[in-house]
């Protein structure tokens, strides 16, 4: 049944493509990916072949495609209500960190005196690992939520701090003389020279805290939280339901690698400037 | 309060102010040496005039100009913008640097509206900001951003942000420097129009001395590092002058005799 499906699809695409010229502009595009497509369609029939073909592969490590879609119909319910509490815990954690995290490189970056304060705070918590207050974490927050909201906040702020504050601290003194000169109060300096120039460092800050709070959700969730992706996982390990397992990997790639894709929307938007200044 | 805006006159003649320097003094720190830049320094600019510092390189004339500007203090002596002690950057006196140092991150209006907003009188004035975009000539180039600009472009955008604020003194570091010289040729020449359009009070610092010459009515020649004045040259020609003026070659001569570099004469 599959099979015959798979072969309905190779045809539509080889004949999508061939015909590609009329029919407008998905045309173009559908020719550029072909070749990936046709790699997709050869390493799926492999996996069918090597699994439920001809059990090269050991069950139940290695389910056949199918089963892994057969999860997202027959478990559905369940992984929709962990992708919900992961997106909200990774995304309370991932905006406090880095609204903390901004801030506090601001101020780093702009005041002496706060700088001198906080820099030796940093150095010292800041390259610990934040998975290593898992422990701690759980017993002094109130719940396991509010301490994974921690952590996360935690893995998100150090990165979004030190590149904020190095993006504030390499703004060239031209352009403060040149605002000064202009009648520019601190608080302009500030929000109109110092944050606009330190822009491209704070998202490169954002895209690091972004990967490292995905870590810290997956372990968190694994080991404190009762719910989400990562305890799905530990979940569908547990009662050996490979073909779950590997379909929550999927959905947890996608998922991640959406929230890339998304915050390089939002850099690409705040930062059309840059276009023709530097290569992306 | 609208009322008033609109019957302010758009071109306000003679609008420059005196700016006097007197006995002025400073140094730098390094390594916990001072190295002295400005040694007793004293000179007055008439309201309207237009003054060019002339002088090796490094000697200290940008300092000099940063003084002026208010963005530090001297170590001794007076700097007065109209009689009143200078405290501080103010946007009556503008500075336009060797750079454009326009922001990258804002086009070519914002960047001219720069301090407008910083004063936060902006709303009420936009259309000095178009008007001082069409003075320069970068009416069409309102919505660029600087890294699309040519070196020229840049630093009208520049001139044009300084404008805006209509200054009562305007302080030109180097300004051309970086300019190729057919370009540099023809901002000469604007320059020149926009002060006698607008009647500021200008002080330029350059090491050209031809350039100083065409365009100031008074040429500051300054010594070796620190600097003192050695010259006060008044150039009694009208505009626009013309660079084969035999009055100017002369003039030249004497100031590159100055400057030490006789021998290339």
């Not at chain 2, 070196?151 to 302080?171: E, F, T, Y």
Request: hydrophobic share 50%; charged share 15%.
């Amino acid at each position: 049944m599959l099979g015959f499906g798979a072969l309905v699809v190779a045809a539509a695409i080889v004949l999508a493509t061939l015909s590609a010229d009329y029919i407008g502009r998905l045309g173009p595009a559908l020719r550029q990916r072909a070749p990936w497509l046709l790699v997709l369609g050869v390493i799926f029939s492999a996996w069918e072949l090597a699994t439920a073909k001809f059990a090269w592969l050991p069950l139940p490590f290695f389910p056949p495609p199918q089963a892994i879609l057969e999860v997202y119909t027959d478990d559905l319910p369940k992984l929709l209500d962990s992708v919900l509490a992961s997106v909200k815990l990774q995304l309370g954690g991932y905006v406090i960190g880095a609204l903390l995290g901004f801030v506090t490189g601001v101020s780093i970056g702009w005041s002496r005196s706060v700088g001198y304060w906080v820099h030796p705070v940093l150095r010292f918590i800041g390259p610990l690992p934040a998975t290593a207050w898992l422990p701690v974490a759980f017993f002094t927050f109130p719940s396991s939520w509010s301490a994974s909201t921690f952590l996360i906040a935690l893995a998100t702020g150090f990165p979004v701090t030190v590149l904020t504050w190095s993006g504030v601290a390499s703004v060239s003194s031209a352009y403060y003389d040149v605002a000064r000169t202009l009648g520019a109060k601190p608080s302009f300096l500030v929000l109109k020279v110092a944050i606009p120039a330190a822009l491209p460092h704070v998202f490169v800050g954002l895209f690091m805290g972004l990967g490292s709070s995905f870590a810290v959700l997956v372990v968190a969730e694994m080991i404190g939280v009762k719910a989400g992706l990562g305890w799905y996982l530990q979940w569908a390990q547990g009662w050996a339901a490979y073909a779950n397992m590997y379909a929550a990997l999927i959905v947890m790639s996608l998922l991640c690698s959406g929230a890339i894709t998304l915050l390089f929307g939002v850099r690409d938007r705040l930062l059309v400037w840059q276009k023709g200044v530097v290569k992306w | 309060m609208v009322a008033l805006a609109v019957a302010e006159p758009i071109t306000t003649p003679a609008v420059g102010v005196s700016l006097d320097i007197e006995n002025v003094s400073h140094a730098f720190d390094i390594d916990g040496a001072a190295l002295p830049v400005l040694h007793d320094v004293s000179l007055t600019v008439e309201p309207g005039e237009f003054v060019a510092l002339l002088g090796p390189s490094g000697c200290g004339k940008s300092t000099l100009l940063r003084l002026a500007a208010g963005l530090e203090q001297p170590r001794s002596g007076l700097l007065r913008e109209g009689g009143k002690e200078i405290e501080g950057p103010q946007p009556s006196r503008v500075v336009v640097f060797q750079d454009p140092t326009l922001f990258p991150w804002r086009t070519v209006w914002n960047n001219v509206a720069l301090g407008l907003e910083a004063q936060g009188i902006l709303k009420q004035r936009r259309q000095r900001v178009d008007a001082a975009l069409d003075l320069v000539g970068l009416s069409s180039f309102r919505n660029a951003y600087p890294h699309q600009l040519s070196g020229g472009m840049a630093q009208r955008a520049a001139l044009a942000r300084a404008l805006v604020n209509d200054p009562k003194v305007l302080i030109l570091d180097e300004p051309l420097g970086k300019l190729d010289s057919l370009t540099r040729i023809t901002m000469q020449a604007e320059l020149v129009s926009l002060w006698q359009r607008k009647g500021f009070t200008t002080l330029l610092v350059t090491h050209d001395a031809e350039e100083a010459l065409f365009l100031a009515n008074r040429v500051i020649v300054l010594s070796e590092r620190p600097a003192r004045i050695n010259a006060d040259i008044r150039v009694e020609r009208p505009y626009p002058r013309h660079r084969g003026d035999p009055y100017l070659a002369d003039l030249r001569r004497q100031v590159l005799s100055l400057l030490g570099l006789e021998a290339t004469w």
